[in-house]
């Protein structure tokens, strides 16, 4: 069965301090790969999603993700956060192989950034 | 375009009542997720609809079920409701393609069991 894990279950952060946001899956398939951010009191939405072709992706907010196939791995990163990047963010995967598009989610870092 | 509905925002039952949640999706998008969120499991896939089929399913028990109308609005039922299904309850639509699409979501249902 697939899976995903978040390294980190908590981040504190200085404003304008780096971000790298761990996450690793578990499928030998192709698949399709995701970053949703959830801001306090607010819907999941959209970071950045991988597909195919170049593996770093960039999304919205100054946020880009690497995927390296070799480790499984769709790392998010910040150069500089903001206090408004205080949120919970979860790494996502979806199999193209499945008949559907069920989305398996890691279990959530929660970013807590000082200003 | 309006984004994904979900009704109602909040709701408490007892122990072994039913509740169905409502969930309506961007306009044109035929396939409906429903996920659940609870602090200690995260976000857990629950069914996927498209096309009022049941396309997928996560490894849930049967008294959880849902149903796509013509219309590919989405309802989720749960039964005999046990104080573990205290949770938020997300509904995510997608456009029509396989696997290689986002899921917009919706600001979720949170079900609270007493």
């Known amino acids: 069965a697939q899976s995903v894990s978040q390294h980190n279950h908590h981040v504190i952060l200085s404003e304008a301090a780096s971000l790298e946001l761990g996450c690793n899956y578990s499928?030998?398939?192709?698949?399709?790969l995701f970053w949703y951010v959830q801001y306090p009191g607010q819907h999941l939405q959209l970071l950045l999603k991988?597909?195919?072709?170049?593996?770093l992706v960039k999304g919205i907010k100054g946020f880009e993700a690497e995927f390296i196939k070799s480790k499984f791995s769709f790392n998010l990163r910040k150069p500089s956060v903001q206090w408004s990047d205080t949120a919970e963010y979860f790494c996502?995967?979806?199999?193209?192989?499945?008949?559907?598009?069920?989305?398996?989610f890691g279990k959530g870092t929660t970013l807590s950034v000082s200003s | 375009k309006a984004g994904v509905t979900q009704t109602p925002r909040y709701l408490i039952k007892t122990r072994g009542q039913q509740v169905t949640l409502s969930c309506s999706p961007i306009?044109?998008?035929?396939?409906v997720s429903w996920y659940q969120q609870t602090p200690g499991q995260g976000l857990q896939f629950l069914f996927e609809?498209?096309?009022?089929?049941?396309?997928n399913k996560g490894n849930f028990p049967g008294r959880f079920s849902g149903r796509q109308f013509s219309n590919s609005r989405s309802e989720m039922n749960v039964s005999t409701l046990e104080l573990g299904d205290s949770a938020l309850y997300l509904c995510?639509?997608?456009?029509?393609?396989?696997?290689?699409?986002?899921?917009?979501f919706g600001p979720g249902t949170r079900l609270t069991v007493l």
């Open positions: 499928y030998g398939g192709t698949v399709n």
């Open positions: 306009s044109g998008h035929r396939s």
């Open positions: 609809y498209f096309s009022e089929t049941q396309r």
């Open positions: 991988y597909f195919s072709g170049d593996p």
């Open positions: 996502a995967v979806s199999a193209l192989n499945q008949a559907g598009t069920a989305l398996i």
């Open positions: 995510a639509s997608s456009p029509e393609s396989l696997g290689a699409n986002e899921q917009f």
